[in-house]
């Protein structure tokens, strides 16, 4: 089995900076493209950023110069560094990943998303 467990998520002010973590577990092989998605309150699931096992990154527009995604790959783990936040970024971020992940002498590819961690910012 593979978990994807985020971190760090809370409560902030407007202008303010959050760092989300996610890491995984279990039995991993290797970590493809790692990422990060939002839903915001009565909206659908957006894509945040996205980071391939290489370093190369991909932001949505309205994130970039803004949010900064990140990988440390020996710890299997995803970081987001969240500045100048506002009010609508308000949401649920969830963690996602492509594993290459073993089960016994089974090797297989699959994609797994964490439960999620809550951002809401306010004054």
């Known amino acids: 089995q593979v978990q994807l467990v985020e971190s760090g998520g809370g409560l902030v002010q407007p202008g303010g900076s959050l760092r989300l973590s996610c890491a995984a577990s279990g039995n991993i092989r290797s970590i493809n493209d790692m990422g990060w998605y939002r839903r915001a309150p009565g909206k659908q699931r957006e894509l945040v950023a996205t980071?391939?096992?290489?370093?190369?990154?991909n932001y949505a527009d309205s994130m970039k110069g803004r949010f900064t995604i990140s990988r440390d790959n020996a710890k299997n783990t995803v970081y987001l560094q969240m500045n100048s936040l506002k009010p609508e970024d308000t949401a649920v971020y969830y963690c996602?990943?492509?594993?290459?992940?073993?089960?016994?002498?089974?090797?297989?590819?699959?994609?797994?998303w964490g439960q999620g961690t809550q951002v809401t910012v306010s004054s």
């Open positions: 980071i391939t096992g290489g370093g190369r990154t």
């Open positions: 996602n990943a492509d594993v290459f992940a073993y089960s016994g002498a089974y090797n297989f590819e699959q994609n797994y």
